[in-house]
Nanobody, 125 residues
Framework: QVQLLESGGGLVQAGGSLRLSCAASGRTFSMYAMAWFLQAPGKERESVADISRCGGRTGYADAVKGRFTISRDNAKNTVYRHMNSLKPEDTAVYYC??????????????????WGQGTQVTVSS
């Protein structure tokens, strides 16, 4: 199994930037494809970005394309998410997730068996 711990959330003004980190421990990090999801109050958890095991492939939700970047450092067992041009509607709890499945749909929560505890991001207008 793998354990995930997010950090880097906080309060930021609209237009600002933030970097979230997700540190993994347990099994070999490179065995897992990773993703970031968000959950706004009263809404379902939804995909933001995902990255393959080696980092060679990434995917983004339409709402964040061009503003968010996902990356990973397998030597540091960490996945990152850089967020630029933040908007108030980006306010949510952000979760990182991991999957060791060979075949999965990256944007679906059911693809991921391992989740962090979440980190709050609040964007003020």
């Amino acid at each position: 199994q793998v354990q995930l711990l997010e950090s880097g959330g906080g309060l930021v003004q609209a237009g600002g930037s933030l970097r979230l980190s997700c540190a993994a421990s347990g099994r070999t990090f490179s065995m897992y494809a990773m993703a970031w999801f968000l959950q706004a109050p009263g809404k379902e958890r939804e995909s933001v970005a995902d990255i393959s095991r080696c980092g060679g492939r990434t995917g983004y939700a339409d709402a964040v394309k061009g503003r968010f970047t996902i990356s990973r450092d397998n030597a540091k067992n960490t996945v990152y998410r850089h967020m630029n041009s933040l908007k108030p509607e980006d306010t949510a709890v952000y979760y990182c997730a991991a999957t060791d499945k060979a075949y999965y749909v990256a944007s679906q929560t059911v693809s991921y068996a391992y989740w962090g505890q979440g980190t709050q991001v609040t964007v003020s207008s």
